[in-house]
C-alpha cells in the first residue's frame, strides 16, 4: 500500500469515531457537508509530485505520521504572554489546536452588530449565515482540503454587518499544545463582511510544544460591496511542525483585500491564497515574505481571479533562504474575456544566501481580454557583493553588514504597513531569525 492510500485510510478510518463523538449534530446540515468531504477524500488522493500545482514539494514526509485531532486543552495566561503582540491594542481570539478558547479571548468590547466567536458557536446560532457561506468558495480538489473539511469541528467566525468599521484589530492566536506527538489543529475559519465595512484581522500561528504537529486550515473569506479587509498572516510554529494554509476570498464590487503573509517556522508550509474578483473596481493586493534555512521548505501558491472589468491587483513577494532550504513562488494572475480594462502586476524576487538553497519560480498570466495591463517578472540572486564590501569599508562587520542588507531587501514587502506595533513586531521576527 502506498503512503497516500495508507494515509487515506487511516482519516477515513478515524472519520468514524470522530463521528460518534458528535451526538446530536451528526444530524445537523454541517455534517452532511463533512461527509460529502470524506467521501471526497476517498475518491481524490492527497497531492504528489505527479500533480501541477504540486510538482515542487513533496509531502510524504507530513503522511508518514497518523494525526489525530487533540482534545480540548488550557494554557496558563503568563504563558499566553509570550505570543501576543506587544503594543497592539486588539481584540484578542485564542485557539488552542484549532479550538476557540473563550476563557483565554478577549472580545467583549464588540461595535453593535459585529460577532466575532467560534465556529462551533455559530453553527449552532448562525445557522442561516453559515449555511448562505459555509463551504461555498473552497472546492475540495487535494486531500489536505477534503481532510479539513470532513472534521470541521471548530474556529473562527466573524460577521461585520454593513457600514460598521473596526476600530480596532482581531488578533486570531493559534497555538498548538500539548503532551502528544502528532497533534492534527484543523481550524476552520469564516470571514464574512458587510456593504461599507472595514475589517482588520491579524493571524498568527505559534508551536508551544516541539513535537511533530499539522495545522491545516481553511479560511473563507467574503467581501461585500466596497468593503475593506486586512489580513497579516504570521507563521512562525516550530520546525518539528508542518502547516498547510489555503485562504479563498471572494470580492464583490468595489471592494479592497489585502494580505501579508510572512512564513518564518516550520518544516514544510504551504500557503494557498486565493481571491475572485467578482465585481466591478476591486482591489486585491498581496504581499509575502518568507525566511528560512536549514532544511526548511516554503511552498507559496497565489491565484488571483479577475472576474470583472476594471479592476485591479498587485503582487509582491520575497524570499530569503540559507542552508539547504527550498522555496517554491506560483502565482497565476487569471484574465477572463469579460474583464476588460484589467490591471494586474507581480514580482518574486529571492536570496539565495548558500550554495545548496534552492528556489522554483513559476509566475503565470493567462489574460482572455484584449484592453488590459498586466506585467510580472522573477528575479533570483545573491547578495550584492560590492554593496557588502562599501559597508565593510566604512566600518561595518561582514556579518552585520549582510543582515543590514538582508533586511533592506525584507522591508520593502512590510513598509505598507501603518501600524507602527504591527511593523516592529515584524522586524524583531527577521531580526530573530537571522541571528
Excluded at 503522511?63 to 509570550?82: M, P, Q, R, T, V
Amino acid at each position: 500500500m502506498s503512503q497516500n492510500s495508507y494515509s487515506k485510510d487511516w482519516y477515513i478510518k478515524s472519520f468514524r469515531e470522530f463521528e460518534n463523538s458528535l451526538n446530536g449534530e451528526a444530524e445537523s446540515s454541517i455534517h452532511k457537508l463533512r461527509i460529502a468531504a470524506i467521501e471526497k477524500l476517498n475518491e481524490i488522493d492527497f497531492p504528489t509530485l505527479k500533480n501541477e500545482e504540486w510538482k515542487y514539494t513533496n509531502v510524504s514526509p507530513i503522511l508518514s505520521h497518523n494525526f489525530k485531532i487533540a482534545g480540548e486543552s488550557s494554557l496558563n495566561k503568563e504563558l499566553l504572554d509570550k505570543y501576543i503582540i506587544k503594543g497592539l491594542d486588539v481584540h484578542l481570539v485564542v485557539l488552542l489546536n484549532g479550538r476557540f478558547n473563550k476563557e483565554l479571548s478577549g472580545i467583549d468590547e464588540l461595535p453593535e452588530g459585529v460577532k466575532v466567536t467560534s465556529l462551533a458557536n455559530a453553527i449552532r446560532n448562525d445557522g442561516g449565515l453559515i449555511q448562505k457561506h459555509f463551504g461555498k468558495y473552497v472546492k475540495l480538489e487535494n486531500g489536505f482540503l477534503a481532510l479539513n473539511s470532513a472534521f470541521t469541528l471548530d474556529g473562527l467566525f466573524v460577521y461585520v454587518p454593513d457600514n460598521t468599521v473596526l476600530d480596532k484589530q482581531i488578533h486570531i492566536l493559534n497555538l498548538v499544545t500539548g503532551s502528544s506527538e502528532n497533534i492534527l489543529s484543523q481550524p476552520r475559519n469564516l470571514i464574512v463582511t458587510g456593504k461599507n465595512s472595514n475589517l482588520r484581522l491579524i493571524e498568527t500561528y505559534n508551536s508551544i510544544i516541539d513535537a511533530t504537529s499539522l495545522t491545516n486550515v481553511i479560511t473563507e473569506i467574503v467581501l461585500d460591496e466596497n468593503s475593506h479587509v486586512e489580513l497579516y498572516k504570521i507563521q512562525s510554529e516550530s520546525t518539528g511542525s508542518f502547516h498547510i494554509n489555503r485562504t479563498q476570498a471572494e470580492q464583490k464590487s468595489g471592494s479592497e483585500f489585502t494580505v501579508y503573509t510572512a512564513s518564518f517556522g516550520g518544516a514544510i508550509t504551504r500557503n494557498d491564497l486565493n481571491t475572485v474578483l467578482d465585481g466591478e473596481n476591486c482591489t486585491a493586493n498581496l504581499y509575502g515574505l518568507y525566511i528560512i534555512d536549514g532544511n526548511q521548505h516554503v511552498d507559496n501558491h497565489t491565484l488571483i481571479d479577475h472576474s470583472k472589468p476594471h479592476c485591479q491587483s498587485n503582487e509582491l513577494y520575497k524570499g530569503v533562504l540559507d542552508g539547504k532550504s527550498r522555496g517554491v513562488f506560483n502565482g497565476k494572475v487569471f484574465v477572463r474575456k469579460d474583464a476588460q480594462k484589467t490591471n494586474a502586476y507581480q514580482s518574486n524576487k529571492a536570496i539565495l544566501l548558500s550554495k545548496d538553497a534552492l528556489i522554483d519560480t513559476k509566475p503565470q498570466l493567462e489574460i482572455y481580454a484584449d484592453d488590459v495591463k498586466c506585467s510580472h517578472g522573477a528575479a533570483i540572486g545573491q547578495l550584492d557583493e560590492e554593496s557588502v564590501f562599501y559597508l565593510r569599508s566604512r566600518g561595518v562587520g561582514e556579518e552585520k553588514a549582510r543582515d543590514i542588507l538582508i533586511r533592506a531587501f525584507a522591508n520593502d514587502v512590510f513598509d505598507l504597513i501603518d501600524n507602527e506595533a504591527l511593523h516592529y513586531h515584524l522586524n524583531e521576527l527577521v531580526f530573530e531569525k537571522l541571528k
